[in-house]
C-alpha cells in the first residue's frame, strides 16, 4: 500500500507546493511595497524623467549618417 519511492514523490509534491507558496507571497510583497515609491524616490524618479530629452535627427545627404540638425557634422565621406 505504501512504499518508499510514493512517499517520496508525495513528499516532493508537498515541498514544491509551499516553496511555490512561499515564493509567491515574496513576490507579491515586493511588488506591493514598489508601488508605493517612497518621498525620495518618487521625486529622484521625477528628476530623471525631466533630464530624459529626446531631439530628431536629420540624414545627411552625403554619408547617409543620422545627425542632430544644428549640429557639427563634418562628412569624410565624397559623394
Known amino acids: 500500500m505504501f512504499s518508499i519511492p510514493k512517499l ?4 516532493l509534491i508537498i515541498f514544491v ?3 511555490g507558496f512561499k515564493v509567491a507571497g515574496s513576490l507579491n510583497r515586493r511588488r506591493t511595497s514598489d508601488e508605493r515609491p517612497k518621498p525620495r524616490q518618487a521625486a529622484r ?3 530623471e524623467r525631466e533630464k530624459l530629452e529626446a531631439e530628431d535627427l ?3 545627404p552625403r554619408c547617409g549618417a543620422y ?3 544644428g549640429g557639427d557634422h563634418e562628412c569624410r565621406r565624397e559623394a
Do not use: D, F, I, T
Request: net charge positive; charged share 20%.
Open 58 to 60: 536629420v540624414q545627411c
Open 45 to 47: 524618479r521625477e528628476r
Open 67 to 69: 545627425v542632430s540638425p
Open 17 to 19: 507546493v509551499l516553496y
Open 8 to 11: 517520496l514523490v508525495l513528499g
